[in-house]
């Protein structure tokens, strides 16, 4: 599975963002497509998922503010990011997580290359 996002990019607080992830190949099984996010000096952390049954999740900090939207189906999730605070600066990243075949018991993790997302205040 190949994994690109696009979308970064500089705004002010309080503005939005969307950011895009596409994937690629073997698409077909899928279980998760996750937003991460990793700023200097911390670890990286999950902001967002999307399971292959359509339920989502967020970590709390981004509760109310990011949507995750698209999905498995369609091999393509988006992250719209709206109300954002210098906290949210980070690299983001998106993780697809994908059965190499149908009866597979191991899910692989398939990283995109990262987008920077900046803050000003």
């Known amino acids: 599975v190949q994994v690109v996002e696009s979308g970064g990019g500089l705004v002010q607080a309080g503005g939005s963002l969307k950011l895009s992830c596409a994937a690629s190949g073997s698409t077909s099984q899928i279980t998760a497509m996750q937003w991460y996010r990793q700023a200097p000096g911390k670890q990286r952390e999950l902001v967002a998922t999307?399971?292959?049954?359509?339920?989502?999740q967020y970590t709390d900090s981004v509760k109310g503010r990011f949507t995750i939207s698209g999905g498995v189906g369609a091999n393509i999730v988006y992250l719209q990011m709206d109300s954002l605070t210098t906290e949210d600066t980070a690299v983001y990243y998106c993780?697809?997580?994908?059965?190499?075949?149908?009866?597979?018991?191991?899910?692989?993790?398939?990283w995109g290359q990262g987008t920077q997302v900046t803050v000003s205040s």
């Open positions: 993780k697809i997580r994908a059965r190499a075949h149908a009866f597979s018991a191991n899910i692989d993790d398939h």
């Open positions: 999307i399971t292959s049954t359509g339920i989502k």
